[in-house]
């Protein structure tokens, strides 16, 4: 039986860490975790929210576009035409770091509503049953732990020909610093943290060049969507270099110098670094107790969140399962599940929904071209947005909806949806995949007329099973 004498140790506060936290409390457990800088860990702080919300300022910064070609113009109060809107880096950062600290502070006050201890420190495992917290104020506190949660996440990447100085060459968690929009940026990295924040300063007014390694942007997600995309990029103004490698960043009396690896050179006000991410693992104490790592640095877990260590689970970036917050917050919310002796069922990653926060989104769940290619018994079929009627009133002209689903049956396998808000749009489709509905049990749900929905359901109409 659970008591308040069971304790739980969350080495990490982020979306894996917190949510575990409400978790094991409503439980019964004794509950403490320990954070180094603030509850809501880098998601909250430094990534998510704040890279999410620099992107929706940038999109109602492309809304004056959209408006002019809907036949609405902006005059001042003299009554001349106002044709560019400017965005003040200072400002626009102040408000996103504001917004940021407020929802650290909710989550804070969430735990501490349900008796959560949160500590202000770095934790590590210091054996079976026990935990250290070197807190802020410089003491050290020994916690015993009848389970611990490992969820410190991951940081950005940063290789030795490449060093962030925090003013000129900046990772993504550094960007918020800035007081001035940057002229000129050069984005090296086209993954989805690149081509994200790459559309943002394009939306905000800055030069953009996006230096891609690979073919293409988005090389890890559906070929159409990333081609989308990238025309988007380019018809707005941005300098895309495909198949182009960064081999070196550095500063220069007044900008930065990128050295591509075929020895072109590329000059920008600013670079932003976007390579990748690794796992804080380092330094928890993990492998001298027994957890393995893979060859990346990552904790090896399984669906119920365990490590190879009785008692020690993880979960998040850390794991390198899915880097997505809501992977994170539901491996953690399992760990505890399993833990604690609730009921509970292994993490199922084929109905999770990921979205790309470009201008049009990117949302996808389930399975993708690729791997609807290498079956014959996997049918699809794409919609081109522009036919939609409200896409045409609000001036859409990019995107489509895409969905696959099993031949002979109608099994709703997966779907894309590139679109503005796909990431709402996305939702009926992780429904039908997550609880196997047919392609007709879609198509005859009602939609509102006029809607972008109804493109999800006309889609589905077009794969009946007639056979």
């Known amino acids: 039986m659970i008591t308040r004498d069971t304790s739980v140790v969350i080495i990490g506060g982020g ?13 019964g457990a004794s509950v403490t975790v320990v ?37 609405v113009r902006l005059q001042d109060d003299h009554g001349d035409e106002v044709s560019d809107a400017v965005a003040q880096a200072h400002t626009v950062n102040d408000r996103i770091l504001d917004l940021a600290a407020a929802q650290s502070a909710d989550i804070q006050r969430s735990l501490e509503q349900v008796g959560v201890t949160v500590l202000r420190g770095t934790g590590r495992v210091a054996g079976r049953g026990a935990v250290v917290a070197e807190l802020s104020d410089g003491t050290s506190e020994e916690l015993a732990a009848d389970v611990v949660l490992v ?12 060093r962030p100085d925090g003013e000129r060459i900046l990772t993504w968690q550094q960007i918020y610093a800035l007081r001035d929009l940057p002229e000129r940026i050069i984005v090296i990295g086209s993954g989805v943290t690149g081509a994200e924040l790459a559309q943002a300063y394009l939306g905000l007014g800055s030069q953009v060049v996006l230096v ?12 159409d969507a990333a081609t989308v995309i990238e025309d988007v990029f380019r018809k707005r103004g941005m300098e895309v270099l495909g198949k182009s490698r960064a081999a070196s960043v550095e500063r220069t009396a007044d900008g930065v110098v ?27 104490g993990l492998e001298e107790v027994g957890v393995e790592l893979s060859a990346s640095g990552h904790v090896q877990v399984d669906r119920v969140s365990r490590t190879s260590v009785t008692g020690i689970y993880a979960a998040g970036d850390c794991t390198g399962v899915l880097p997505l917050a809501s ?14 002796g609730d009921a509970v069922a292994p993490l199922n990653v084929t109905g999770v929904a990921a979205n790309i926060f470009t201008e049009p989104e990117i949302a996808t769940v389930g399975i993708g071209q690729a791997a609807a290619d290498q079956s014959a018994d996997v049918e ?24 696959f689903c099993r031949k002979g049956y109608g099994t709703v396998l997966g779907g894309v949806v590139v679109a503005p808000k796909a990431s709402e749009l996305i939702h009926p489709v992780a429904l039908a995949v997550q609880n196997r509905l047919s392609v007709d049990q879609v198509a005859s749900t009602i939609t509102v007329y006029p809607s972008l929905s109804g493109s999800i359901a006309e889609a589905a109409r077009q794969l009946h099973q007639s056979d």
């Open 258 to 284: 990128v050295t591509l690896v075929d020895g072109r050179t590329v000059e920008g006000s600013h670079a932003l670094l976007a390579v990748g991410s690794v796992p804080n693992t380092a330094g928890l």
């Open 380 to 403: 699809s079929v794409m919609l081109p947005l522009a036919r939609n009627p409200r896409a045409k009133m609000q001036g859409i002209t990019d995107g489509f909806v895409k969905l």
């Open 151 to 162: 969820s410190t996440g991951a940081a950005p990447r940063v290789m030795d020909t490449m």
């Open 327 to 340: 992977v994170a917050a539901m491996q953690g919310r399992i760990a505890m599940w399993h833990a604690l």
């Open 15 to 27: 979306p894996g860490g917190y949510e575990s936290a409400l978790v094991a409390a409503q439980l």
């Open 212 to 223: 891609s390694s690979r073919d293409r942007v988005l090389p890890g997600e559906d070929a």
């Open 35 to 71: 954070e180094r800088d603030g509850v809501g860990g880098a998601a909250v702080l430094t990534d998510c929210v704040p890279s999410k919300a620099l992107i929706a300022t940038a999109d109602y910064m492309s809304d004056f576009e959209v408006a002019s070609h809907l036949g």
